[in-house]
């Protein structure tokens, strides 16, 4: 499409704008969340922020473009981006879902 249509030269500026639509987006939700459940979900915000990153992340991932697949291909000690990144969301969600339990132990006792 981007070859009929005569834009594929530029290509990188719509990826960049894509990427960067994609991250607004991911914040803006994070706020618009926070503020709409702030007295409910106080304790589960470190969980809600790897969700939302998780989601972006995967978005962008599924768009896979050329640039973004190189750098998630970049290593940090023999290990790439793409892992530190996906499990760095995870790992968010799965310490706020543990930070959350003990909260809710406490809470009942």
Known sequence: MAEEEG???ERRSFQAAFIA???VLGIAGLILIWR?????VRHYGLALTGGIFLGCFIVIR???FHYVDQMLGMKFNNVPLNCLLELGGIA??????FQSS???LRAST
Do not use: D, H, Q, V
């Open 7 to 9: 834009w594929y030269a």
């Open 21 to 23: 639509t994609i991250l």
């Open 36 to 40: 709409l459940a702030r007295n409910k």
């Open 62 to 64: 599924a768009a896979s």
């Open 92 to 97: 968010c969600l799965a310490a706020g879902a």
């Open 102 to 104: 003990r909260l809710e």
